[in-house]
């Protein structure tokens, strides 16, 4: 990916993330690295529950920490699985996206074999709902 944006250590950051995945039930392992506009890097993996609702998703699971840690400025998030189509955040973890984020942020879908989809969160959310429309 030569975007002038990405780099490819974040590829190597996003399977740390993914070691840490909590997943007895699904065995799915997913990894998000959130890259701040400090380029530090904050870790999420998806954390499960036997009650499997309370079950938070990698990307929400790296918002949350960040927000949590006072960390609200980001450049990009990348996401890791160890299926070969990289895959894409659930509709929940878009939502959250458009909120603690912004529209043109990119977001790196990758897999092990390296390669990488690339859309901002705008493109994964088209007319998506936000505060603003609260206001109208
Ligand atoms: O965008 C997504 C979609 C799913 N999962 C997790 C939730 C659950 O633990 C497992 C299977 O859905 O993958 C994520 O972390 N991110
Ligand atoms: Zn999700």
């Not at 920490?65 to 699985?81: L, N, P, R």
């Amino acid at each position: 990916m030569n975007d002038g944006i990405f780099k490819e250590e974040w590829l190597e950051e996003v399977r740390v993330a993914q070691s840490r995945a909590y997943t007895p039930y699904s065995k799915f392992n997913v990894g998000a690295l959130l890259i701040t506009e400090d380029d530090e890097y904050v870790y999420g993996a998806n954390i499960e529950n036997a009650s499997y609702s309370p079950t938070i998703c990698a990307e929400r699971s790296a918002l949350v920490s960040a927000y949590s840690q006072g960390i609200t400025k980001f450049k990009a998030i990348v996401i890791t699985t160890d299926v070969d189509t990289p895959s894409s955040p659930c509709g929940v973890c878009r939502q959250v996206l458009k909120e603690l984020t912004h529209d043109e942020m990119p977001v790196y879908m990758t897999n092990h074999k390296g390669d990488i989809v690339k859309r901002t969160v705008d493109e994964l959310l088209p007319l998506g709902f936000s505060g603003k429309d609260l206001n109208e």
